[in-house]
């Protein structure tokens, strides 16, 4: 058994270790309040986006806000997007993300852009070459996902793989097709107002404020779906350190519990000194 003063210090240890773990939870918490927030005005926005796009009856299809001559150039792949965590305190929900990529992912008919350094190192010590590498953003607000909307564009088809938040104890992975995610809301029921060149003017044209809207939507889309991944990274985040604090809080308590065994361990040693000590005085004074 280790001495009361070893145990001692394991035990400040593990008291530090319980502080630092509550204080991450505590973070955890702040955030999901402040990114659910988020994610709800972003939905509204696209709503009342969509509305509007719905209205302008200009294509048949969700087109991505692609030229003609973009539709001429498209590469032949399809574009996988996998968000993550950009530290390594996700918990271990961005494993389990990479995981369900790759059980779809191949090299000859997949791209792969992935936004959060947490990705890149894995596919990186996987040996698995991506063509971008995004950082996930700081903020939850003015998310500027223009370049990796550019990317969609290059690209026949494009799935989406994120972290979805289900409860705070609870997350999962998904993946999304962007043009059947898209065009599904599309295929809802129409509006009854019309917007056309008749009662509106449109610079240049209206297949151009069309297309505007496409890139503007998919922005919105991408936007919500890495906010809803740094949802999930955050209560996985705050799973893991409620189980670290609790893990840490037993820890401390069976430390102490020792510490107090050995205490007493060394008094009961020293209380046997003692008596045998004034046992061997009697044998002596009776001698």
Do not use: C
Request: proline residues 2%; hydrophobic residues 40%; aromatic residues 8%.
């Amino acid at each position: 058994m280790k001495k009361p003063n070893e145990l001692a210090k394991d035990e400040a240890v593990m008291a530090t270790l319980v502080e630092v773990t509550s204080a991450f939870e505590g973070i955890a918490s702040l955030r999901i309040a402040q990114t659910k927030t988020r994610v709800l005005q972003s939905e509204e926005f696209f709503n009342e986006l969509w509305g509007i796009y719905k209205q302008l009856r200009v294509k048949g299809a969700f087109n991505f806000g692609r030229t003609k001559a973009d539709q001429d150039k498209l590469i032949p792949k399809e574009l996988y997007i996998i968000i993550t965590a950009e530290g390594g305190f996700s918990g271990d929900i961005d494993l389990k993300l990479l995981r369900f990529m790759l059980e779809s992912y191949d090299p000859t008919k997949n791209d792969i852009i992935v936004i959060g350094h947490h990705g890149a190192i894995q596919l990186a010590q996987r040996g698995i070459e991506y063509r971008k590498y995004y950082k996930l953003p700081v903020h939850d607000q003015n998310i500027n996902t223009m370049p990796v909307v550019a990317h969609v564009q290059q690209y026949r088809s494009t799935v989406i793989f994120y972290q979805e938040y289900v409860t705070l104890m609870s997350q999962d992975v998904k993946k999304i097709e962007l043009v059947s995610a898209l065009e599904s809301r599309k295929a809802e029921e129409d509006t009854e107002d019309t917007i056309n060149e008749h009662t509106y003017i449109f610079e240049p044209d209206a297949y151009a404020v069309a297309a505007h809207l496409e890139r503007s939507m998919m922005q919105i889309a991408i936007s919500q779906m890495i906010l809803d991944s740094k949802l999930a990274q955050y209560a996985s985040r705050f799973r893991a350190m409620t189980a670290s604090r609790e893990r840490s809080e037993n820890e401390r308590r069976d430390i102490h519990l020792m510490y107090n065994r050995s205490k007493r361990a060394v008094k009961d040693e020293r209380l046997k000194e003692m008596i045998n000590g004034l046992n061997k005085t009697e044998l002596g004074v009776n001698r």
